[in-house]
């Protein structure tokens, strides 16, 4: 959890009151399925397209997940998030493949993956 200081004049009261509000606050945990679908749309899908990637990836290669999906990511060591980042890229770039072969975030996903495209007689006799 963040520590957040905030400096201000106020009057005891205002004071207990605000430590009160504060001390009954519950952390938000971050759930695996936010955590990755979070990462989809930060790095340029909308997030319906986002939802479809990990629709299709927790019923395929993230199997092995199922009933965790929305257990808090501090709930397993750090090394696991990074390993289903790491794989649901590849799932959004069959993704896109499939259904926007030429969406602008592609590269976002792809690591040594480009789309293949094809040159022309002009582009390759330079």
């Known amino acids: ?15 207990r009151s605000i430590a009160v509000a504060c001390s ?17 749309t930060d790095n340029g899908m909308f997030p319906d397209q ?8 927790s019923n395929d290669a993230g199997k092995p997940m199922a009933g965790r999906w929305n257990k808090p990511t501090a709930s397993e060591p750090n090394t696991v998030l990074a390993v289903l980042i790491l794989s649901i890229n590849d799932e959004a770039v069959r993704w896109i493949d499939e259904n926007l072969p030429k969406a602008w ?10 789309p293949q495209v094809e040159e022309s007689d002009e582009v390759s006799k330079g």
Do not use: G, S, W
Request: proline share 6%; net charge neutral; charged share 30%.
């Open 24 to 40: 009954q606050v519950t952390p938000v945990a971050v759930t695996f399925k936010e955590t990755l679908i979070k990462h989809l």
């Open 1 to 15: 959890m963040e520590k957040i200081t905030i400096k201000c004049k106020v009057d005891d009261e205002t004071a």
């Open 50 to 57: 986002a939802n479809a990637v990990f629709d299709q990836y």
């Open 105 to 114: 975030y592609r590269p976002m996903f792809a690591k040594d993956n480009p």
